[in-house]
């Protein structure tokens, strides 16, 4: 893969950093040493929760880092959707129609080719050849442009001349032929989809724009300085919450390796520590073949201090 | 208690740091009793307000720092910090938490990102 000094969008919404593109997400794993965790579901097994895909959700540590190294930028996902013109709604409803008209052609030749296959009538073949001439005369109509997108073209072209005023329903219609319809993950091919007016290159201006908060604390900050000091020394990270800290280290590539180390943030040198800490968190260390990573902040010389915690081995 | 081997060398540390008098007294006889260290030698730890303790573990080259503290104790990293420039910046020092029923547990502190042992 070759280095791309394009600065990768992350798609802010509600204050969660998410990736949707898969090339970044490989960008931000094999250049940038972070991983994100995989949140979306399969559409079609939306239940199971083992194999997961886009977006990718970043950790908020992750996000402050990406953008101080100007790797990349943030994006406030929900403004960038415009009200699109009528003319590209237009557009849109356009390609929708001739996608789907695509689809209804394409079946109807299945059907006919399995019908022919299984000897059906020559009657029924003339009346099937009808009707899609019938459908693909209705769908050249020109969609009126006021038009709210929701129905499907078949449903719409028989609710106009229906002398009913309730709309009918697909499903009571012979007619209706199912086709596909493809729900993009990323809006990024939308013509109404802005990101210029909604693309912040710095954490501050995108806390001023209310985007996005974090770090606004000293706990935050810590988290942040920590989880950069240990990136820039080359290791990769993820949640501690299994080890009881808060992040693992990784000497490479997490799939590739078990973690050497649990660390805490320690919000100051000060901060109170407590022999029982030590104690828990160096005993599970031993026992898991790990060290334990004392790791504090000094947020006035925006430093990282780090001290190792192992079993003595006596005593 | 005058009458316990250890106290003569302990009771400077235990006049002048009272509060940790006990966890001193434990931490000396255990490493030089159970532990059957060498050459150990105690010292003051101004900054952490308490004494520490120096030896040899038996067939071992290197001296060793072990500084005493009890359980109830609140530290920090600066006062780890402390203990390690006061001790001429060992590598790691041990510190030894003692609890009231006297049973203690020694834990290795390493400056810097120290990988654990194979």
């Given at each position: 893969?070759t280095?791309?000094?394009?600065?990768?969008?992350?798609?802010i919404a509600?204050?969660r950093?998410y990736?949707w593109?898969?090339?970044d997400i490989a960008v931000l794993r094999?250049?940038?040493?972070l991983?994100?965790?995989?949140a979306g579901?399969?559409p079609?097994?939306?239940?199971?929760?083992v194999?997961?895909g886009v977006?990718l959700?970043l950790?908020p540590?992750e996000?402050?880092?990406?953008v101080?190294k100007k790797?990349?930028v943030?994006?406030?996902?929900?403004?960038?959707?415009?009200?699109p013109t009528a003319?590209?709604l237009?557009?849109w409803?356009e390609?929708r129609e001739?996608?789907a008209?695509r689809?209804i052609?394409v079946?109807d030749?299945k059907i006919?080719?399995n019908?022919a296959t299984?000897?059906i009538s020559?009657?029924?073949m003339r009346?099937?050849?009808e009707r899609?001439?019938?459908k693909?005369a209705?769908s050249?109509q020109?969609a009126?442009v006021?038009?709210i997108?929701?129905e499907s073209?078949?449903?719409?072209?028989e609710a106009?001349?229906?002398?009913?005023?309730?709309?009918?329903?697909p499903?009571s219609n012979a007619n209706t032929?199912a086709?596909?319809?493809i729900i993009?993950?990323a809006?990024?091919?939308?013509?109404?989809?802005?990101?210029?007016?909604?693309?912040?290159d710095?954490i501050?201006?995108?806390q001023?724009?209310?985007?996005?908060?974090y770090?606004s604390?000293?706990?935050?900050?810590?988290r942040?300085g920590?989880?950069?000091?240990?990136?820039?020394?080359?290791y990769?990270?993820?949640g501690?919450?299994?080890?009881g800290?808060d992040?693992?280290?990784?000497?490479g590539?997490p799939l590739r390796?078990?973690s050497?180390f649990?660390?805490t943030v320690?919000?100051?040198?000060?901060?109170?520590?407590r022999?029982?800490?030590?104690?828990?968190h160096?005993?599970?260390?031993?026992?898991?073949?790990?060290?334990?990573?004392l790791c504090g902040?000094?947020?006035?010389?925006?430093?990282v201090?780090?001290?190792s915690?192992e079993?003595?081995g006596f005593? | 208690?005058?009458a316990h081997p250890?106290y003569h060398?302990?009771?400077p540390?235990?006049?002048?740091?009272p509060r940790?008098?006990?966890?001193?007294?434990l931490?000396?006889?255990d490493i030089?009793?159970?532990?059957?260290?060498?050459?150990v030698e105690v010292l003051?730890?101004?900054p952490?307000?308490r004494?520490?303790?120096r030896?040899r573990?038996?067939?071992?080259e290197?001296?060793?720092?072990?500084?005493?503290?009890?359980?109830?104790?609140?530290?920090?990293?600066?006062w780890?910090e402390?203990?390690?420039?006061?001790?001429?910046?060992p590598?790691?020092v041990?510190?030894?938490?003692t609890?009231?029923?006297?049973?203690?547990?020694?834990?290795?502190?390493?400056?810097g990102i120290?990988?654990?042992?194979?």
């Amino acid at each position: 893969m070759t280095t791309d000094p394009r600065p990768i969008p992350i798609r802010i919404a509600n204050q969660r950093a998410y990736i949707w593109d898969v090339d970044d997400i490989a960008v931000l794993r094999s250049q940038h040493r972070l991983c994100g965790i995989l949140a979306g579901t399969l559409p079609h097994l939306s239940q199971q929760n083992v194999f997961l895909g886009v977006p990718l959700l970043l950790m908020p540590e992750e996000v402050v880092l990406l953008v101080e190294k100007k790797f990349a930028v943030l994006v406030d996902d929900p403004k960038a959707h415009q009200a699109p013109t009528a003319p590209q709604l237009q557009k849109w409803e356009e390609e929708r129609e001739e996608f789907a008209k695509r689809h209804i052609v394409v079946n109807d030749t299945k059907i006919n080719q399995n019908a022919a296959t299984r000897s059906i009538s020559e009657d029924a073949m003339r009346k099937r050849k009808e009707r899609m001439e019938r459908k693909a005369a209705r769908s050249q109509q020109p969609a009126p442009v006021d038009m709210i997108p929701e129905e499907s073209p078949a449903e719409r072209a028989e609710a106009t001349p229906a002398p009913d005023s309730r709309p009918s329903t697909p499903s009571s219609n012979a007619n209706t032929v199912a086709y596909p319809v493809i729900i993009e993950s990323a809006s990024s091919t939308l013509e109404w989809y802005d990101t210029s007016a909604t693309t912040y290159d710095a954490i501050e201006a995108a806390q001023a724009a209310g985007i996005w908060s974090y770090p606004s604390n000293l706990s935050e900050r810590a988290r942040c300085g920590v989880f950069r000091g240990l990136w820039e020394q080359g290791y990769f990270l993820g949640g501690g919450i299994k080890f009881g800290g808060d992040y693992l280290v990784y000497p490479g590539d997490p799939l590739r390796f078990h973690s050497h180390f649990v660390a805490t943030v320690i919000e100051s040198p000060v901060a109170t520590l407590r022999p029982m800490e030590i104690v828990a968190h160096g005993r599970l260390g031993t026992a898991t073949k790990k060290s334990h990573l004392l790791c504090g902040w000094n947020d006035e010389k925006k430093d990282v201090s780090y001290l190792s915690i192992e079993w003595a081995g006596f005593g | 208690m005058e009458a316990h081997p250890s106290y003569h060398l302990i009771s400077p540390f235990s006049t002048k740091y009272p509060r940790a008098a006990g966890s001193l007294f434990l931490a000396y006889n255990d490493i030089v009793y159970s532990q059957q260290w060498t050459d150990v030698e105690v010292l003051d730890l101004e900054p952490c307000s308490r004494a520490a303790i120096r030896g040899r573990r038996p067939n071992a080259e290197s001296t060793m720092n072990v500084v005493p503290c009890t359980l109830s104790e609140l530290i920090s990293l600066e006062w780890l910090e402390n203990a390690f420039v006061s001790l001429d910046n060992p590598p790691e020092v041990f510190l030894a938490i003692t609890s009231e029923d006297s049973s203690i547990v020694y834990y290795k502190i390493s400056r810097g990102i120290v990988k654990p042992p194979l």
